[in-house]
C-alpha cells in the first residue's frame, strides 16, 4: 500500500513515501538489506561526531531474541507487531563518553540517525514504524543496558501488507488521510509565535 503525503514543492522520494503502516506482510528482511539500513545509520550527522547511537535488533528468524523485544512493548505495540519480521530499539548514550558530561544532543543525534536509516528502508521497499509504547525500565533490565544508555524508541522493520488483515479500529487508522500542522504554526522568526514571512498565511 502507498500513502504519498500530500506536500507541496517537496522533490525528496522519501519525504512523499515515508509513513508509518501497521499492516506489515512477514516476508523476511534479507541480511544485506539490513546492513544496509543500520549502515545508513551510521552516517548520520552527530554533534562533535559522538555518533551516540545504539541500537537492539531481533529478527523474526530468531524466535528467542524475537519475543524477548517483544516482551518490552506495550500491550497494543505487541499486537500487533507479533508478524513483523524485524523489531529494534534505539538508544542514545546521553553522557560523553569522552569526558562524562551531559550531551543535550544525543536524542537528537539517535532521531537523526534512524531518519537515515528509515530513508534507506524506504529507498529498499521497506517500511519503518516508531513506537513510544514500550517499557523503558523493562527493556533497560531485558537487555543489560548500561545506565549511560537510554533506551529512546521501538522500531517494526518490514515490507508492507495488507490494511484488510488489521482489527476495525487499526485498519480506519491505515487507511484514513494523513494530517500535518501547516507551516504556520512551527515556523517562526523574529519572536515566538511570529509566522516566518516567507510562509504563507
Given at each position: 500500500?502507498?500513502?504519498?503525503?500530500?506536500a507541496?514543492?517537496?522533490?525528496?522520494?522519501?519525504v512523499?513515501?515515508?509513513?508509518?503502516?501497521?499492516?506489515?506482510?512477514?516476508?523476511?528482511?534479507?541480511?544485506?538489506?539490513?546492513?544496509?539500513?543500520?549502515?545508513?545509520?551510521?552516517?548520520?550527522?552527530?554533534?562533535?561526531?559522538?555518533?551516540?547511537?545504539?541500537?537492539?535488533?531481533?529478527?523474526?528468524?530468531?524466535?528467542?531474541?524475537?519475543?524477548?523485544?517483544?516482551?518490552?512493548?506495550?500491550?497494543?505495540?505487541?499486537?500487533?507487531?507479533?508478524?513483523?519480521?524485524?523489531?529494534?530499539?534505539?538508544?542514545?548514550?546521553?553522557?560523553?563518553?569522552?569526558?562524562?558530561?551531559?550531551n543535550?544532543?544525543?536524542?537528537?543525534d539517535?532521531?537523526?540517525?534512524?531518519?537515515?536509516?528509515?530513508?534507506?528502508?524506504?529507498?529498499?521497499?521497506?517500511?519503518?514504524?516508531?513506537?513510544?509504547?514500550?517499557?523503558?525500565?523493562?527493556?533497560?533490565?531485558?537487555?543489560?543496558?548500561?545506565?549511560?544508555w537510554?533506551?529512546?524508541?521501538?522500531?517494526?522493520?518490514?515490507?508492507?501488507?495488507?490494511?484488510?488483515?488489521?482489527?476495525?479500529?487499526?485498519?480506519?487508522?491505515?487507511?484514513?488521510?494523513?494530517?500535518?500542522?501547516?507551516l504556520?504554526?512551527?515556523?517562526?522568526?523574529?519572536?515566538?509565535?511570529?509566522?516566518?514571512?516567507?510562509?504563507?498565511?
Amino acid at each position: 500500500m502507498q500513502k504519498p503525503a500530500p506536500a507541496e514543492d517537496i522533490q525528496s522520494l522519501f519525504v512523499h513515501h515515508r509513513w508509518s503502516p501497521y499492516a506489515f506482510s512477514d516476508k523476511i528482511v534479507p541480511p544485506n538489506v539490513l546492513r544496509a539500513i543500520f549502515e545508513a545509520a551510521r552516517w548520520a550527522p552527530s554533534s562533535s561526531n559522538l555518533q551516540p547511537w545504539s541500537y537492539m535488533v531481533a529478527t523474526k528468524d530468531n524466535p528467542a531474541e524475537f519475543e524477548k523485544l517483544r516482551s518490552v512493548l506495550v500491550d497494543f505495540n505487541a499486537a500487533w507487531t507479533e508478524n513483523i519480521p524485524v523489531l529494534a530499539i534505539s538508544l542514545g548514550r546521553v553522557k560523553n563518553e569522552k569526558d562524562g558530561q551531559p550531551n543535550r544532543l544525543a536524542l537528537h543525534d539517535v532521531g537523526s540517525a534512524t531518519a537515515q536509516l528509515t530513508a534507506e528502508a524506504i529507498a529498499r521497499g521497506l517500511f519503518v514504524h516508531q513506537m513510544a509504547g514500550f517499557d523503558t525500565d523493562k527493556a533497560r533490565t531485558t537487555f543489560h543496558i548500561p545506565e549511560d544508555w537510554h533506551p529512546v524508541a521501538a522500531i517494526a522493520i518490514g515490507y508492507p501488507g495488507d490494511p484488510q488483515s488489521l482489527p476495525d479500529k487499526l485498519r480506519e487508522r491505515e487507511l484514513g488521510p494523513r494530517v500535518r500542522k501547516p507551516l504556520s504554526e512551527f515556523v517562526m522568526s523574529d519572536t515566538w509565535g511570529h509566522t516566518a514571512s516567507f510562509v504563507p498565511e
